[in-house]
């Protein structure tokens, strides 16, 4: 009689079962690898489309343009990964770019870059308190620091670009220069980015991050201090803003705070466009750094077919819906 139990209890392998596994396996393989096929399907689309794209000398300027985005984009996955957000990334690069530009001018180059970075760091501390605390909407505070912080910029700076004169030529010396064959903004991005990578996967504080997005009471409940991981994110996003605050200044030898206008919105195209889920607990840094050049690739092509740049904003604003709706319907399909 149990052997009968055991027989009936044991689910049977049907034709109808077959192709249902076969849809989960081509799901987990389009969320893992989905963000790599559309980058390579997009390179050979775009050499077919520009003698110009696969030179070097166009690889490495798209390289060197998208560093400051890329920087941002890795604070960017830190807050989305806690399902929040953080809209003043911009803003706090424009002030990162303007005093380290002024901050050059006083004091030495390493003191003034870190003054620059505490700033960013007290940004992102700000925003992080009233979130993580307060239990404040991060889309408002973030908000309101983006105003606050673009503003600050424009005081500081007299809304005039503010030139580091000779004290900033070793910045400058690093933002136009090159190692090992690689533009020097590029290689610092980079290395940010295996940073990031080796903190999200291989130490505590990255995976308790995606705990947090995943199931915060969980976390919660467990014993761990959630509200401290949460501003701990903020402060991460406002230093590497910061950071590309001043890499904007060290190529162009300015420091403006018209810096990182509208930046937050490809900061997150950047992260969605790379599987990064806006309901938190779902993102990796490769497919983020995969978005990153995804998205610089695009705005190349549109620039060597000389579409107008208010025609892309539009062409951006559709990616970022086509990317939110395959994140959706892989979801879907998955369930």
Known sequence: MSDGAAQISEPAVTDTARPRSGRLTFTRLFQQFGTAAIFVLLLVLASTQSDAFLSERNIMNVLRQMSGIGVMAIGMLF???????????????????????????????????????GIGAACGAISGVFIAFMRLPAFVITLAMMTAARGLALILSNGQPIMPGTKGAPLQAFGTGFTLGFPNPALLMFVLFAVAFVVLNFSRFGRLVKAIGSNEE?????????????????????????????????????????????????VIAAVVIGGASLMGGRGGVINTFIGVMILGVIGNIMNLAGVPGYHQQVYLGVIIVAAVVMQHGSQVFRR
Do not use: K
Request: charged share 10%; hydrophobic share 55%; no cysteine.
């Open 218 to 266: 969980a976390v919660r409940l467990s014993g761990i201090s959630v509200p401290r991981y949460v501003l701990s994110v903020y402060v991460i996003s406002g230093i590497l803003s910061a950071i590309a605050g001043i890499l904007v200044t060290a190529r162009s030898g300015v420091g403006s705070a018209s810096v990182g206008v509208a930046a937050e919105l490809d």
């Open 79 to 117: 807050v989305i990964l806690t399902r929040g957000i953080d809209l003043s990334v911009g803003s706090i690069a424009a002030l990162g770019a303007v005093s380290s530009a002024l901050l050059i001018q006083e004091y030495p180059l390493p003191l003034a870059l870190a003054m620059s970075l």
